[in-house]
């Protein structure tokens, strides 16, 4: 049974968690990067654009987790009424503009019944 690039997935989970990951932009950044084939500086340059912060704020968790709360697309520690899982990963997509396979199943799903 093949289990794709035995790679792939680790690298994006070291340059995710090597930025930080949820804590800052990591996850945005390495989605970038898997999705359309973008450099690190190129990923940084979008997603600090599409958050409306400067590149350096991106590693910044105090700021981070404002922008992450006000665009409710996942923060680490759980908060009554926020998005997370499937719904921040839904936002996560239209905010970057990138389909993500899990958010499309489901809607998918949805739009069936």
Do not use: C, N, W, Y
């Not at 359309?36 to 979008?46: H, L």
């Not at 908060?79 to 990963?89: D, E, F, S, T, V």
């Amino acid at each position: 049974m093949g289990v794709g690039d035995p790679v792939g997935m680790p690298m994006a989970h070291v340059l995710a968690s090597g930025m930080g990951g949820i804590r800052t932009a990591g996850d945005l950044v390495a989605r970038m990067q898997l999705h359309r084939k973008m450099r690190i500086p190129e990923a940084k340059a979008f997603v600090a654009e599409k958050l409306g912060v400067g590149v350096a704020d991106l590693s910044d968790e105090v700021l981070m987790r404002e922008v992450r709360e006000d665009l409710d697309i996942g923060v680490v520690t759980a908060m009554p009424g926020a998005a997370r899982g499937l719904a921040a990963k839904a936002r996560i997509a239209r905010l970057l503009g990138i389909e993500i396979a899990s958010v499309e199943i489901l809607r998918r799903k949805l739009e069936g019944d």
